[in-house]
């Protein structure tokens, strides 16, 4: 895992370098990553077309990348972007399933808005909030905050929504809602495993 992760982080730094010719900050491309996701919400909720806010979904989870690794090659990384780049990608996320609110799914066992909401909630919300719950109660120290396991973060949530949704846009809709199933599950299983993780910190 580290080997990949340092990987894929020296592909983002040779972006990085590529791209910090262009007169953006940081955070502008932050915030065209925003654009981009809204631009793509509107797609899916206004126009039901899901291959075009697909594809500007993924450009802009690209974009967000960008941001960091521009920062990186300036030698401009600080604190606030960091915090931006975080209020972002839970913008982006959030903006992609709260598109789908608006656009008619097929109903698997309940209302499939109701598997979208516990997506949001579930998955985009409780994982972070209990991380920095637990770092703003002084519970743990923030390097152990950071570091608290989950079988489901954020990369592998996006992962099972756009393959989910590659699956529906080619077969049938339904694997999208098996795809919101799944990962309702898996960040139920990251919630309790980061309070077990939690909970074997304190000292009573």
Known sequence: ML??????????DAI???LSGIPLTPNQWTLLSLLVAFVAAGFIAFFNNLF?????????GALDMVDG???RARG???KFGGFIDGVADRFVEASFLFSFMFYPLPTVFIDPKIWVAAVMFF???MPSFIRAYADHKEIIEKKRALALSGICERSERIIILVVGLLAGISYSMEFFIYA?????????ITILQ???EISGTIKE
């Open 52 to 60: 075009i806010g697909l594809f500007l979904f993924v450009l802009a």
């Open 123 to 125: 998955g985009t919300s």
């Open 194 to 196: 980061r309070l077990i």
């Open 180 to 188: 919101l199933m799944l990962i309702s599950l898996l960040s139920l």
């Open 76 to 78: 401009t990384v600080s």
């Open 3 to 12: 080997k990949q992760n340092t990987s894929i982080t020296k592909i983002q």
């Open 69 to 71: 690794a521009v920062a």
């Open 16 to 18: 990085g370098r590529l």
